[in-house]
């Protein structure tokens, strides 16, 4: 179990992960949606996540979600590097209703963000857009190769869902633990 504690003058973040949980969560954040997509996260990367966080919710969520990203990030490099006998990439296509979200992945420890989805408003308190900020710092705090790409889909609420357990999926795969392959790189270290 890896736990972490932020504080910056706009959040408050304390968590813990256990990469091979068996998807059990505890998630305050005081952002309904957002609660709800990391509980998905969780359960669907069979992580055990918790994650309590303090924000300046009265500015609005963007500095909470962002953060919470950061630590999530930083938790998962804790725990992935140096990589050793996993498959490294992972992928997953998650269906939601009308909405179709595809997640591509490299625990490479290179860490890049493609984030291709048409998404505007809001559901609940949680601005559409936000998404791709958690995305964002997840990705380059845990040194992974990101892509989210949208496949089909209208319903706002159905595509951010979708896309947080593709990448759910995609890293339940990527983290499989296979001892054939020890240091899953040519270079000789991830």
């Known amino acids: 179990m890896r ?5 910056t003058k706009e959040t408050n973040i304390k968590a813990s ?5 068996s998807g059990v969560a505890k998630i305050e954040t005081g952002i309904g949606f957002f609660d709800h997509m990391l509980e998905s996260l ?4 069979l992580w055990d996540l ?3 966080c303090e924000g300046d919710l009265q500015v609005d969520a963007h500095h909470s979600v962002e953060d919470c990203g950061i630590v999530l990030g930083l938790l998962l490099r804790e725990s ?3 990589a050793q006998g996993i498959e490294r990439f992972g992928n997953a296509s998650v269906v939601m209703d009308e909405s179709c979200v595809e997640c591509d992945l490299d625990v490479s420890n290179r860490p890049f963000l493609v984030f291709d989805m048409t998404i505007e408003g809001a559901v609940g308190e949680f601005d559409a857009e936000l998404a791709e900020e958690f995305f964002r710092a997840l990705a380059f705090n845990a040194g992974l190769s990101l892509h989210i790409v949208q496949k089909r889909g209208k319903n706002r609420h159905h595509l951010i869902e979708a896309a947080f357990k593709a990448l759910a999926v995609a ?3 990527a983290c ?5 392959i020890g240091t899953p ?5 991830l």
């Open 17 to 21: 992960l256990e990469l091979y949980g």
């Open 42 to 45: 969780a359960k669907h990367a």
């Open 171 to 173: 890293m339940r795969r």
């Open 50 to 52: 918790e994650i309590s």
């Open 176 to 180: 499989t633990q296979n001892p054939r």
């Open 185 to 189: 790189s040519t270079k000789g270290l």
């Open 80 to 82: 992935l590097y140096p």
């Open 3 to 7: 736990e972490i504690t932020r504080t």
